[in-house]
């Protein structure tokens, strides 16, 4: 008797053991709404006040995802994006040390994206 093995549940298998390596909470790919950004954060802060006893550091991370998400959402809604363009991809992760790394991308016009490269540059060279 042979057993098929499901692609779909291997994959899955790959992408939990992927997401556990790189010690990712929370992952998300697909166009982000208003209702999907508050749903996200509140999963977000709950996770992190129930394994830290640090108040401020959950607020910290879920204030910095809370931003991140509505600027990509106000970006995509700004320039009319259809589902498909306004799509953003989040990763929230853990660092091991008590720190958090909340990552987010989304599509911008040429134009748009050097701008904001041309300002990120300016601000790392203030200081703190």
Do not use: W
């Amino acid at each position: 008797m042979s057993t098929i093995t499901n692609p779909v549940s291997s994959s899955l298998s790959s992408l939990r053991d992927f997401f556990s390596g790189q010690r990712i909470l929370i992952c998300f790919n697909g166009p982000i709404s208003r209702t999907l950004i508050g749903e996200i954060g509140i999963a977000l802060k709950d996770h992190i006040q129930s394994t830290h006893s640090h108040q401020s550091a959950a607020m910290d991370v879920f204030s910095v995802y809370i931003e991140m998400s509505q600027n990509i959402r106000h970006y995509a809604a700004r320039m009319a994006y259809n589902d498909i363009e306004a799509a953003a991809t989040v990763v929230i992760a853990e660092t091991g040390d008590g720190h958090y790394t909340v990552s987010a991308g989304n599509l911008v016009e040429s134009n748009d994206g050097q701008q904001l490269i041309d300002r990120i540059h300016h601000l790392s060279t203030l200081d703190k």
